[in-house]
């Protein structure tokens, strides 16, 4: 072995060139500037599961499950590209991107790298399949009462605490039987608006 390369090799094993990581913590070191798109944060009593982060992920790396009356949403971080979509779609402003950007995990570590909150299922109250998240639906009805006319608020949110308990299929079917046609809002609508 040359004289050159022994030096070389003594002054590896005497001082470290790199940072230790991860014994020194890269934050550290790092400017942790605003808006840094880190690690997802849930917040999940906020979430209603609809899914729209899911439909909008860029690579896939967010995705929705059914199963057995249970809604899945996962973020996988080994696949995500921080492009912040989900983010902006979110209705409910449940998710955001953290400033915890060390992500680096060895292989037993990964399971580290996903994220995942659950929501429940409705069920249909006549053929009893999954309709979408019991959170979504109060949403929607909510949301629907807030923009309709005062004068039929009463009648169409009663209406629709039991027209959103049915799946669509059973909706269209049942509608009539139901008694939830539109003429009965345009004449609820009508007539008060008269009187
Ligand atoms: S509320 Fe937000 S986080 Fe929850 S499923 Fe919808 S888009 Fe995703
Ligand atoms: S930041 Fe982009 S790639 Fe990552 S989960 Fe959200 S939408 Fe998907």
């Not at 400017?31 to 860029?58: N, W, Y």
Request: proline letters at 4%.
């Amino acid at each position: 072995m040359s004289r050159a390369l022994m030096k070389e090799l003594i002054k590896g094993l005497l001082k470290p060139f790199t940072i230790g990581y991860p014994s020194v913590a890269p934050r550290k070191y790092a400017q942790i500037v605003e808006g840094l798109r880190g690690k997802h944060e849930v917040q999940e009593d906020k979430c209603i599961g609809c899914g729209a982060c899911a439909r909008r992920c860029s690579t896939g790396a967010l995705k929705l499950t059914d199963h057995e009356f249970k809604r899945t949403l996962s973020v996988s971080l080994k696949e995500c590209i921080f492009c912040y979509r989900c983010v902006e779609v979110c209705p409910e402003d449940a998710l955001s991107l953290s400033t915890d950007f060390e992500l680096a995990r060895t292989r037993d570590e990964e399971r580290d790298l996903e994220i995942k909150w659950m929501n429940e299922l409705s069920k249909c109250l006549n053929c009893g399949k999954p309709i979408t998240t019991s959170k979504q639906i109060e949403r929607v009805r909510e949301r629907v009462i807030e923009n309709i006319a005062p004068q039929a608020k009463g009648v169409i949110a009663e209406d629709l605490k039991v027209f959103l308990n049915y799946c669509p299929a059973c909706r269209k079917e049942l509608a009539y039987k139901l008694g939830f046609h539109p003429a009965k809002y345009y004449l609820v609508l009508s007539t008060r608006n008269v009187t």
